[in-house]
């Protein structure tokens, strides 16, 4: 099988790196759309510093900080049309994978004319507006894949623009921004790289070089883990220092170069209904699944599942199951309506035919069965 590795994506990393490298926007464009959340870059510093930076090299902006956790296809064109209005010619997104995806999409967006229909098709011309991203949680690596993943009400699930359009232009990670993350979010986001990690690792598409990444990825974030079940203990809101959040941010960073190399497999297939219809997290749905699949695959792929775990000192898939079962706490209910109708729409995702173990339906049903068990 012939691997590719792609990474276009210039990446920044340090203290103060937006403000220090403020040149980098003139390469860019003349006026930018800062695509952003409600509140979380105003409080943590990073949208003030973005505003700083421009306005030291001249460059106008108007920011659009409508977008919400999941972003819909509304929300997407909206930004599009303002971002057309008002003559901008780059984007710059800060947040978490929300404003993140939605960037891309306006970036696509606002360069052509693409009918709703035809939003997830792949056929787009060879125009995008440059973007610049900012990430402000550790976990989906949006900032370095080719994936924008919007809710799509027609199809009742979460579905993925995936061109290599769609790779920003350059990203800034300064791990300042992520400091008052809450520790439940910290845990969800964390869980989230650690499944693109691993995921990664049980992808057909899988190489020696994506690989490498994955286990340096799952190393540093499973390092952070001591840390994060004595925060659950202590009932603290922040605890992490700037060294793990440093960890935390470059090891989703790397789980996202893995998976834009491999995409992702099957738990988060299965994960996009639980958020889908049951508003989970998307990190705390893949946690919630994670487990099970690594134990499915165990039992097909001994050395293949014995990487992985090795990866985590673990030495088999129980062990990781008991991990997750404490970093995620109380679980909610499913129905056996609920994991049918959930079966049959990740049986039919482009995820499930990407994974090296394939589940049946059934073991999809038995799988998601399993996840919810208190
Ligand atoms: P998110 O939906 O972007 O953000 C969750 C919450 O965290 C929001 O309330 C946000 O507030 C807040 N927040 C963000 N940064 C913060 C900070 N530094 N301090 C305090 N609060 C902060 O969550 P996410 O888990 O990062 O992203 C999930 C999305 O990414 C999903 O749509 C998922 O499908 C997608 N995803 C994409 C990829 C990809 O490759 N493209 C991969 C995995 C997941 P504000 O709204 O005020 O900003
Ligand atoms: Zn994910």
């Known amino acids: 099988m012939t691997n590719k590795f792609y990474m276009p994506t210039r990446v920044i990393i340090g203290d103060d790196c937006i403000t220090k490298n403020s040149e980098l926007f003139i390469f860019l464009g003349k006026k930018a759309l800062i695509v952003t959340g409600a509140q979380s870059a105003k409080r943590n510093g990073s949208e003030k510093d973005v505003k700083t930076a421009l306005e030291s090299v001249g460059i106008n902006y108007l920011v659009f900080d409508k977008v919400m956790s999941n972003p819909t296809i509304a929300c997407v064109y909206e930004g599009a049309t303002l971002a057309k209005e008002n003559g901008v010619d780059f984007i710059i997104a800060i947040g978490g994978g929300s404003p993140m995806d939605a960037g ?24 995008v507006l440059p973007m610049a991203f900012v990430p402000t949680t550790a976990g989906t690596g949006s900032e370095v894949t080719q994936y924008s993943i919007l809710t799509n009400d027609k199809a009742q699930t979460k579905t993925s623009i995936a061109s290599d359009l769609l790779f920003p232009t350059v990203t800034f990670l300064d791990a300042k921004y992520t400091e008052q993350l809450a520790v439940t979010t910290t845990i969800n986001t ?120 090795a990866a985590m000192n673990f ?30 729409i990740a049986i039919q995702t482009k995820n499930i035919a990407n994974s090296v173990v394939k589940p049946t339906e059934e073991e999809l049903r038995t799988m998601y069965a399993l996840s919810f068990v208190k």
Do not use: W
């Not at 306006?106 to 009918?115: G, P, R, V």
């Not at 404490?326 to 109708?341: A, M, P, T």
């Open 315 to 344: 030495s088999e898939a129980d062990q990781f199951g008991e991990l997750m079962n404490k970093l995620l706490g109380d679980k909610e209910e499913i129905s056996s309506e609920e994991i049918k109708r959930y079966s049959k």
């Open 104 to 127: 891309k999409a306006i970036a696509l967006l606002a360069a052509q004319d693409i009918e709703e229909e035809n939003l997830f098709s792949g056929n787009y011309e060879k125009k």
């Open 190 to 309: 964390a869980i989230d790289a650690l499944s693109h990690a691993v995921e990664g690792m049980l992808s057909v598409r899988a190489s020696n070089v994506s690989d490498a990444l994955a286990v340096a990825s799952i190393r540093m974030i499973m390092n952070c883990v001591p840390d994060m079940l004595q925060a659950l203990l202590a009932g603290s809101e922040v605890v992490f220092n700037l060294k793990q959040r440093e960890q935390l941010l470059q090891a989703s960073l790397m789980a996202g170069m893995v998976i834009a190399q491999t995409g992702t497999t099957v738990v988060h297939a299965m994960g996009y209904s639980l958020t889908y219809f049951k508003n989970i997290d998307h990190g705390r749905a893949n946690g919630l699944l994670l487990g099970e699949y690594l134990k499915l695959v165990e039992n097909v792929q001994p050395d293949l599942a014995g990487s992985i775990l």
